[in-house]
């Protein structure tokens, strides 16, 4: 290829690594970018907008009449094969990112294809050509290591989040994904220390932390021609770090990917203990001033998010143009797939047979309760366990406690996923629905609230569900423009500004709307309870209500004097059962709060007379917050980004009251049987927690008389 001739370049994929690509072509003086494609042609169109590409397609097919001379593979690794085919019998080379293939079989076929088109396929395992790397091959071929007899390389990880529905992101739906994503970094990362990979031995395992991610504990060992590696990838190790250490016969180096740094400790002269220390202190220098060095570079643009990416891609259009060989030929990448091969499909099938006995046919039950796992849902289960029935219970991770009781039947996955969902509540006569987000960011509340809300509707609808009673929350009413002289009812507005109070209140809100919708639109039988702040055994280190949690430290707004809506947990699961049974109640909403009221300050007090409560407490003038909450509000302007404290926000965390507990009362039958007072002393006295139990069971049993 000539010198002056542009090599006109296309790609296919346009997910969130075609941006490293394309930043790293404009510094390619002789690429020319003509057009790029995604079967999601308004993210192609977004990309292209963004990057000032030209042209925007749907497939391959259609990106061939801007004839580019090379085509970007940026699709799910599964798709690499058969568009890297079509690209190189269009005559055009091809450069696809790692992994090569899912299979080495899928790699053999785009081998013969290049073979046969006489074009290039390159492999861009970018971690290989990190500068850090680079650096480190420099050191060790002028002796800085002696010579290199073994490699450990560690990878902690996460992925975005599942926001729910039928559609799994990719890196869930193959029990190897992990593997292929960060494994083979690890493996081209070791070869390029040790030489070509012969053999590995790889385990996989799995924390039980994501149901859907499942095998996200990864360790092996890979014996190359000139030594040992080992490799450890986890997504559960914090804080996450990339990092490699090689070992030499006269020095050991410690790269760390993240921070762009490389370490050296020799072997010097002297006492092994005072060459420690010269090392150690050495190290520590060079690292006080390469990190900030780093850090600015990065900021100034001089250090891309992705080096390795760049460098990769420069290599290759050098290599085209010289006509010489490329940096990670096809051979590479074929052989480091090869030798995963065998494990991905064992990881593969074992996650099929996962879910094959996650969805395995259950006796009929006579109730479902998600969200068991959590404090209002086992405190409900250990009361319908004394009912003698069968009971279904749903939670994320299994409850070992409850794995051999025979009338309970744990069925363990994610409540955004319908077809889990569907299978849960097939067979059920009714369903208490307690599951929800309580934690994370935009997708998992949308995951965890609003699709398992959906999910749950939609499959009790299918299965003919007889009642289905759905525990709602206090926060979708609104709590900033109430008038503290008014009670609250059923029927008080709800929030008007759900997305400025915060991700739990906007999710709740939404799936409180989509029973009433489905009650009204399509004759769902639901009962909604809206429980007040829950307390009791198990939950005495849940702040009060009008309060910022900040790890131990509880900032109260204002002096403690607002009143708490709360309800004892006992008191609550009275109230669920109540609404099992209750004729007439269908499609309605009752508020569960107790009529007791508890301040601020004496929730608090209650608190710290509990053994081994070691929460502080501040109390901060309102005038102080509301200042602290409108520069919150400049901060985010000028950052261009929502932060968690705003006026609005903090006026919304003044608790609700005083409360109307009438329909409770009247149409459900519900009033407190132990109440706050008595509910905070049982709590916050351990000794009394077996009291508690038997006290809430009598008043149970009472309340389902009356």
């Known amino acids: ?91 055009c080379h091809v450069f696809v990112e790692k992994p090569m293939a899912e299979n ?43 010579t290199v007899t073994s490699v450990d390389f560690f990878r902690s990880s996460d992925y975005p989040p599942y926001s729910g529905g039928p559609d799994l992101p990719v890196h869930f739906r193959k029990g190897f994904f992990p593997l292929q994503d960060l494994g083979v970094h690890g493996l081209s990362i070791i070869e390029a220390f040790l030489g070509k990979v012969e053999q590995t031995d790889i385990r996989f395992s799995s924390s039980g932390n994501d149901v859907n ?34 070992h030499g016969t006269r020095g050991i180096l410690h790269l760390d990917f993240f921070l762009q740094t490389v370490s050296l400790v020799r072997t010097l002269p002297g006492p092994k203990f005072l060459g420690s220390v010269v090392s150690a202190l050495n190290n520590s220098l060079k690292t006080l001033w390469q990190v ?30 010289q006509g010489v060989a490329v940096p990670i030929p096809a051979s590479e990448g074929r052989r480091v797939i090869a030798s995963i091969d065998a494990v991905c499909r064992d990881a593969d099938q ?35 366990m004394n009912t003698g029935e069968t009971i279904r219970v749903q939670v994320r991770r299994r409850v070992p406690e409850w794995e051999k009781n025979p009338r309970l039947q744990m069925v363990c996955g994610d409540l955004g996923d319908p077809e889990f969902v569907d299978h849960a509540v097939n067979g059920v006569e009714k369903v208490f629905h307690l599951g929800a987000a309580m934690k994370g960011g935009p997708a998992d509340f949308e995951r965890g609230t609003a699709w398992g809300t959906r999910n749950v509707i939609e499959s009790c609808l299918r299965h003919n569900v007889s009642r289905l009673i759905y525990v709602s929350s206090l926060s979708v009413l609104d709590h900033g423009g109430h008038n503290p002289s008014s009670p609250v009812l059923e029927s008080s507005p709800y929030e008007p500004h759900a997305a400025r109070r915060g991700l739990y209140t906007q999710t709740k809100l939404q799936a409180e709307r989509l029973v009433l919708d489905a009650v009204r639109d399509r004759n769902l039988p639901a009962v909604i309870l809206r429980p007040g702040q829950i307390f009791g055994p198990g939950g005495e280190h849940s702040p009060p209500a009008g309060t910022i949690s900040l790890g131990k430290r509880w900032i109260v707004v204002g002096r403690g004097k607002l009143r708490l809506p709360l309800v004892f947990v006992e008191d609550v699961v009275d109230a669920l059962l109540l609404a099992r049974q209750k004729s007439g109640v269908m499609g309605l909403i009752f508020n569960i709060v107790d009529s007791q009221t508890v301040n601020q300050r004496e929730y608090i007090a209650a608190c710290r007379r509990s053994p081994g409560a070691r929460t502080f407490v501040t109390y901060v003038p309102k005038g102080v ?12 302007k000028v950052l261009g980004r929502s932060l968690p404290l705003s006026r609005y926000r903090l006026s919304s965390l003044r608790p609700l009251g005083p409360f109307d507990g009438s329909a409770a009362e009247h149409s459900l039958g519900w009033k407190p049987a132990v109440g706050a007072t008595e509910g905070l002393k049982l709590s916050f006295r351990p000794e009394k927690a077996a009291v508690a139990r038997s006290t809430a069971e009598v008043a149970g049993a009472g309340s389902l008389c009356r």
């Open 1 to 91: 290829m000539s010198q002056d001739q542009k090599i006109r370049v296309a790609l296919v994929g346009a997910g969130y690594v075609s941006a490293h690509h394309l930043k790293a072509l404009k510094s390619v003086v002789c690429a020319e970018v003509v057009g790029i494609a995604d079967l999601d042609l308004t993210r192609a169109q977004d990309v292209a907008a963004r990057f000032h590409v030209p042209m925007a397609f749907r497939t391959l097919a259609e990106m061939a009449s801007v004839k580019p001379d090379v085509i970007h593979v940026l699709t799910p690794p599964g798709s690499h094969a058969n568009v890297a085919i079509e690209a190189l019998r269009m005559g």
């Open 213 to 246: 991610l499942l095998f996200d504990e990864w360790r092996g060992v890979a014996h190359c021609e000139r030594g040992t590696g080992q490799m450890y990838l986890s997504w559960n190790v914090r804080p996450i770090r990339s990092e490699a250490i090689v």
């Open 625 to 636: 917050m509301y200042f602290c909450a409108w520069l919150c509000e400049q901060m985010a």
């Open 292 to 321: 900030p060095l780093n850090v600015l570079r990065f900021a100034t643009g001089r250090l891309s998010g992705a080096p390795g990416i760049h460098i990769s891609i420069q290599k290759f259009y050098q290599a085209l143009q």
């Open 104 to 146: 080495a079989a899928d790699c053999d076929r785009m081998v013969a294809a290049a073979e046969a088109a006489g074009r290039v396929l390159a492999v861009n395992h970018s971690a290989r050509m990190d500068p850090i790397i680079l650096k480190a091959l420099e050191m060790i071929a002028r002796g800085a290591c002696g």
């Open 350 to 384: 074992e996650k099929v047979r996962c879910r094959e006995r996650q969805l395995q046919m259950l006796a009929p039950a006579a109730l479902l309760v998600t969200g068991a796992g959590g404090f209002l849902g086992k405190a409900l289960v250990n009361r319908l």
